[in-house]
DNA sequence: ATGGAGTATACAATCGTTTGCATTTCATGA
DNA sequence: TCATGAAATGCAAACGATTGTATACTCCAT
């Protein structure tokens, strides 16, 4: 049903030998201007497209980045935050820029080692990770097998890999002091420190506070995972068991979301009598109703980013930094 | 670096022919079951894996589904309805379960013909291609030409492809006999009825209060787009106009968010005062804080549906019904 | 004219699998 | 023991591109 144009039909048409084709195609500097045009040409023309695998084969680079998404048990949750979309789009669009395809998985469970799979069958030549959590072993372990991945997260000590993330610890210290610049003094922190990135906000929030001379109330912490099912409830049972506050930090925007919900259920206007701050800044958080005040992680630059490092380290260039910070943004919406 | 494992060297350690260990590795029923049972603990062993490109060009099959998912113009909008990523997920497992890959692309403009460059290539089999609002020309201009694709949307008479989703209409309905049943009677609509998708949920909307006997006020409509990044001051002005109103139908979750916040900031209760439903049961639906009642679309399902009528489409299969409904499910909060 | 330095093109090997066909191995019955 | 068919394996030709090396072609200086 579908013609199979090959290359070597288009040698014949263009009356040159297939290998001048390929040169041609590949802008080779020593086909000659006039040829190379005269050989696209007939190339749009019959809709003449380069075979991939073939090409893979011979060139021994599928000319794709894979990337894995893993959602470990809280598979829903974890889905649902809006963040890793947008990692998907500016991965793909930094890959299409520089002529690569995107292979995606989204492993059911983590034991799966779909990047070894990926790159072991050369269907992807590098591999971006999103997020280490609770794999940080695994990780290590494929590090010493193979160099050619990147992480996104956040920096810890014991990774043996590189990894690009935005500087949690300044991010939650600029959430903070944002809050406290408007005179917010009781604060709530809402997330789980058992999880690497939040532990370093949640860090970046004490030291914001200890340098303003605030002392923080360790109970002014609610334990939550980024899912956010209970934050509603958990939040209106700390209002009504009469803890008083003025500012909220949660580390991700969509407990954010929740929070806001809660406050204004229990009479409470924001930003009037509470400020919240969020986390990630996904696209959503401009457009929230009302507009959100976030720490933008700049999700499209680090995506960029990734790329850039891994095709670097495909290429061999020695990846000195370990570590790579993303920008950080207040949004604010005020 | 990277020491790189041959089917020839495989066979050389099992002392067979490679041949041998390529029918053994693809079950052939030829190879005796001890044979195959040896070459595959070997394989494991020295940790050999199929090289994909070099199999893709000789079987002629990159054993990959490509997916498009188009932004338009508003990118950033569209990229954050977590839709998408559900989607992904959900085609990306139901791939994998089938032994595909997943080649995703985001075109940043409408212009670029991502999906004929992926199947001319032959990095993918077939593809599934994400929504068809504008692109509906476009997609019919390809199905002249490939007919291995499918495509996420509402059934539209003049699309010559095959298609799966939701029924919409029936959304439309069911949510509004949602909120008929619990009493509401001044119902606002929420969407931009030029969006085919949206215009088919505001026909079963307009039919089930037809049923109903409830005479509709047509200018219970405000138009926005899926961003909803004005449908706050929209459903603020509305309310500040005078208008009354005890149920919203939002046709996406996204809308129903930004318009509880409305509410509530208008003294109004969700759901005491005003019934709100979404559209899509986006995970975060049910975390949303208060849950939001929604119209799921089992998007879970409707991936699975679209690969398999991919692969089925691929080996010639007549795919008879151009239209597959995929699940429709109330989603209840209260 | 002719040699030589470039420049432009052609030849042919190769990448790692899969698969039609030929060949060997094996068990079985005569 | 040997022919015989079936079962298991081996041989070799693809698949469609890329690329090192060899050849042909230009153009100019002698």
């Known amino acids: 049903m579908n013609k199979k144009v090959t290359m070597l039909e288009l040698a014949k048409i263009a009356r040159v030998d297939i290998s001048t084709v390929s040169r041609a195609l590949n802008n080779s500097p020593v086909v000659k201007e006039s040829t190379r045009r005269r050989i696209q040409r007939i190339a749009d023309e019959i809709g003449y497209a380069v075979n991939a695998p073939a090409s893979s084969l011979r060139r021994k680079s599928a000319r ?31 890959a299409a820029d520089l002529d690569y395809d995107l292979v995606v998985t989204v492993p059911r469970d983590a034991r799966q080692v779909a990047e070894r799979r ?48 935005s500087d949690n610890v300044k ?33 970046g929030f004490l030291k914001a506070q200890k340098e303003a001379g605030i002392s923080h109330d360790p109970s002014y912490l609610l334990r939550m995972n980024f899912g956010g099912r209970t934050t509603y409830n ?37 930003p009037g009598d509470v400020r919240v701050v969020g986390y990630d800044n996904i696209g959503q958080a401009s457009m929230m109703t ?8 700049n999700i499209s630059q680090g995506g960029q980013m990734m790329v850039e490092l891994l095709l670097a ?22």
Chains 1, 2 share one sequence.
């Open 118 to 165: 990926l790159l072991n069958t050369g269907r992807a030549d590098g591999i971006i990770v999103i997020g280490q959590a609770a794999r940080i072993e695994r990780l290590n372990e494929l590090a010493e097998v193979h160099s050619n991945f990147v992480v996104w997260g956040g920096r810890i000590k014991r990774a043996k890999y590189t990894t690009v993330g």
């Open 64 to 94: 794709a980045i894979g990337m894995v998404i893993p959602l470990d048990q809280e598979a829903e949750q974890t889905m649902s935050d809006p963040f890793y979309l947008e990692m998907v789009g500016a991965v793909s669009q930094a």
């Open 290 to 297: 009302p507009p959100l005040t976030t720490v933008s992680q």
């Open 171 to 203: 991010g939650g210290h600029i959430a903070t002091s944002h809050l406290l610049e408007r005179g917010a003094r009781r604060i709530l922190f809402l997330g789980d420190p058992d999880l690497p990135e939040v532990k370093l906000r949640y860090d």
């Open 313 to 334: 380290k495909l290429e061999g260039e020695k990846v000195n930094s370990r570590f790579t910070k993303t920008e950080l943004i207040v949004r604010d919406s005020a």
């Open 234 to 270: 958990q939040v209106l049972d700390f209002l009504r068991a009469g803890n008083k506050i003025d500012g909220i930090f949660a580390s991700s925007d969509l407990l954010a979301n929740s929070a806001i919900h809660a406050l204004v259920a229990k009479g409470l206007s924001v």
